[in-house]
């Protein structure tokens, strides 16, 4: 029998213009469930459900293989969801079409090469087998991007503090005219982004950081024509710039990611002038404790982070491995808070985070939501514990 509102699987088949064999395939394949099964094992299908198809076959369009869909998608009852998967998928867009201009000219220029010299130039070949593999890579580094993104925007938004965390900074730097600048870590360079109409027009900053897709987001945000700006991806521990070529490096929530934070302080060092400064952040004990207890409230499965960052490079110790490799450390203290009355922004932050909540929490989406707006609808005050230290050699 048939029940109000779902359609059978020939119905949906054809509303989404497709076979009801690769309907099938995705249900056995476990990407796409119906939502109500009859007691005769007839399979239906809701609005909903076509939503999620459509998701499904753009980032099959895209070249994402079913394992990597399996990943992206998230089975949601809530508009707000819905609409950053949208605007993930216009930036997934965005990069895939950056990525086959560039292929288009590799092809181009080996094709010429080759009909010039009567022989391929390998290295040429060699960037254009690169060029063809970043696809791979495109979901991580988008993920990354997004996730980061997530984050920010929560602080952004809801911070007690009206000057904001990135203005904040800013203004400790003292950045002036003729400076030349890198930070590590830019992430989704909200630093910049931030504080564009104050900076000198004559200045040179150098962006990095290890994702690529990340780099490709602050070049469009920041625009390709601002040539105050470079980009390069840089293994801190490695940094590949000459001795004393900065006046100022940015460490912004970096150290504590960091496999040997001693030998990364130590290519900061090298590459600072003289009289130059080095501005790194990070967290304390007690940053955003009412996130992670709401989420053990919930599940007390869920775990944020693998790792306390604060224990390997935090507000507590972090000056006494400063003072390893600066002769100056001085630690600046943020003040401020977070508040809201709403679910999505905090449901956004947890589900960012790099932890285990993504195993617990997308099949009982709705139920956590629920559980959230119960939690935030008189007000929900989260403590944040952050601050800068500024280095001097």
């Known amino acids: 029998m048939k029940k109000e509102g779902y359609y059978s699987s020939g119905q949906f088949a054809k509303m989404a213009e497709v076979s009801v064999r690769t309907i099938r395939y995705y249900d056995k394949q476990n990407i796409l469930k119906p939502s109500y099964v009859n007691e005769n094992g007839a399979r239906f299908y809701s609005d909903r459900d076509l939503a999620r198809l459509q998701q499904i076959l753009l980032l099959k369009f895209l070249g994402f293989s079913l394992d990597d869909i399996r990943e992206i998608t998230v089975d949601t009852a809530d508009y707000h969801m819905m609409k950053n998967s949208l605007e993930q998928q216009h930036k997934l867009i965005q990069d895939r079409i950056e990525q086959m201009q560039l292929v288009e000219t590799a092809i181009r220029d080996t094709a010429d090469a080759i009909t010039k010299d009567h022989e391929p130039d390998w ?5 254009l087998i690169h060029l063809t593999g970043m696809e791979t890579s495109l979901k ?3 993920q990354d991007s997004t996730n980061i ?3 920010i925007n929560l602080h952004q938004k809801y911070s007690v503090n009206k000057q904001g965390w990135f203005p904040w900074i800013y203004q400790q730097a003292g950045i002036r005219s003729d400076m030349h600048i890198l930070e590590l870590g830019c992430g989704n360079g909200a630093l910049w982004t931030e504080n564009l109409d104050k900076l000198p027009e004559q200045i040179s900053i150098l962006l990095s950081d290890t994702s690529e897709g990340m780099l490709r987001d602050v070049r ?3 625009g390709a024509g601002d040539i105050r700006f470079s980009y390069r991806t840089i293994d801190c521990a490695d940094i590949p710039c000459e001795d004393h070529s900065f006046d100022l490096v940015f460490a912004n929530h970096v150290l504590f990611y960091c496999d040997d934070i001693d030998q990364v302080c130590r290519e900061i060092r090298r590459v600072l002038k003289k009289d130059g400064l080095f501005i790194c952040s990070t967290y304390g ?3 955003m404790k009412e996130i992670s207890q709401l989420v053990q409230d919930f599940d007390p499965h869920i775990q944020l982070a693998a790792d306390n960052l604060y224990e390997r490079f935090g507000l507590d ?3 006494g491995l400063l003072h390893r490799h600066f002769t100056q450390v001085d630690l600046s203290r943020y003040e401020d808070s977070i508040y809201l009355k709403e679910p999505e922004p905090l449901i ?3 589900l960012s985070c790099h932890g285990n909540q993504n195993q617990y929490l997308l099949n009982r989406y709705k139920d956590f939501r629920n559980f959230v707006q119960k939690e935030t609808q008189k007000g929900f005050t989260i403590t944040k514990d952050a601050g800068i230290f ?4």
């Open 220 to 222: 469009r945000t920041i």
């Open 149 to 151: 993104t997530a984050r």
């Open 285 to 287: 004990s007690l940053h």
């Open 140 to 142: 991580r580094q988008y």
């Open 390 to 393: 500024l280095c001097r050699v």
């Open 123 to 127: 290295s040429q070949m060699l960037r």
């Open 317 to 319: 110790n972090g000056a």
């Open 348 to 350: 956004d932050y947890i």
